[in-house]
């Protein structure tokens, strides 16, 4: 069966702008969670979605937003980017939320 | 809280040596323990768990609730085990659905 599919692979924003990443998950699968990877930090909690409502939210500043569709496909905004946002993004599905996560190649987001 | 530490940010071994990674966890309760593993450009997946009690590609991690540890182990390296390996908890109950909290992180790297 297909993986986890984010999309896009790599993005190039300035300072100030906004940007939306993608999430598909497995099918069958309706929690959909949100993590920030970064060198100095490491895998972060961002939040998790499940049927369209946000259950979990890890903490950053509500610039981070998400949301999820009836598809169970998710979507997560950064608004007025920061350079420290540049980062990793990733996304795992899971048919629960407490079952196995699968997690989606990531989005590499870069600030300048 | 909970927090999950990898002391050990890169660990080398050679071929057919044993190897251990370590992981500690802080959390009061029972969480769900995880291992992690990133091969070179590949996603992140899941290694295994506490609660299966397998082992998979010859490693095994016990839970040591006494000492809040996760130690993964395998007695032979091979090179094909060199990747990043994150150890991971998640906290039972609904505020945790679709959350891990991850470890910083060890690079793994067996020479011949």
């Known amino acids: 069966k297909a993986g986890v599919t984010q999309t896009p692979r790599y993005l190039i924003k300035t300072r100030g702008q906004q940007v939306t990443l993608s999430c598909s998950p497995i099918s069958g699968h309706r929690s959909v969670s949100w993590y920030q990877q970064t060198p100095g930090q490491g895998l972060q909690f961002l939040f998790e979605y499940f049927s369209e409502t946000q259950r979990n939210k890890g903490n950053f500043p509500g610039r981070f937003s998400g949301r999820q569709f009836s598809n169970s496909r998710s979507e997560m905004n950064v608004s007025t980017l920061e350079l420290g946002d540049s980062a990793l993004y990733l996304c795992?599905?899971?048919?629960?939320?407490?079952?196995?996560?699968?997690f989606g190649q990531g989005t590499r987001l870069t600030v300048v | 809280a909970q927090r999950v530490t990898q002391p050990e940010k890169l660990l080398s071994v050679f071929k057919g040596a044993p190897v251990e990674l370590k992981c500690n966890y802080s959390y009061s309760g029972s969480p769900e323990l995880f291992w992690y593993v990133q091969y070179s450009r590949q996603r992140l997946q899941l290694l295994l768990r506490h609660i299966s009690r397998e082992s998979i590609k010859g490693f095994t991690a016990d839970l040591n609730k006494g000492e809040t540890s996760f130690h993964l182990k395998k007695p032979f390296a091979q090179e094909e085990d060199s990747a990043m390996y994150y150890c991971?908890?998640?906290?039972?109950?609904?505020?945790?659905?679709?959350?891990?909290?991850f470890g910083q992180g060890t690079i793994l790297t067996v020479h011949p």
């Open positions: 795992a599905s899971s048919v629960t939320g407490g079952t196995e996560a699968f």
């Open positions: 991971a908890l998640r906290a039972p109950g609904g505020t945790s659905y679709g959350k891990l909290t």
